[in-house]
């Protein structure tokens, strides 16, 4: 029999920016603890804040104890990260 794993991912979010706050649509630069660091855009009903942590177990992200649904993202350096958001400030 095989055996599941659990697919834990832990990050913290350190930049995030509101693109269309009538919809509630964020960018937000996480930092997770695998030393990656990814930009991911999220639609949610209550705002995230720099500092806040989520958190991908099973293939479900929360964010504190909320689930949230993170728009398709790829992990990407530091600096490509920083350049992202320098693009969306123009």
């Not at 832990?10 to 009538?22: D, E, M, N, S, V």
């Not at 930092?31 to 099973?58: K, M, Q």
Request: hydrophobic share 35%; aromatic share 10%.
């Amino acid at each position: 029999m095989k055996k599941s794993v659990c697919s834990e991912l832990h990050g913290r979010i350190i930049h995030a920016r509101t693109i269309l706050p009538a919809s509630n649509i964020a960018l937000y630069e996480v930092d997770f603890e695998n030393g990656t660091t990814a930009v991911l855009r999220v639609s949610t009903t209550f705002p995230l804040r720099e500092g806040d942590t989520i958190a991908r177990i099973n293939d479900v992200w929360r964010a504190g104890q909320h689930v949230i649904t993170p728009s398709p993202f790829e992990f990407v350096e530091k600096r490509e990260s920083d350049r992202y958001f320098i693009e969306y400030e123009r």
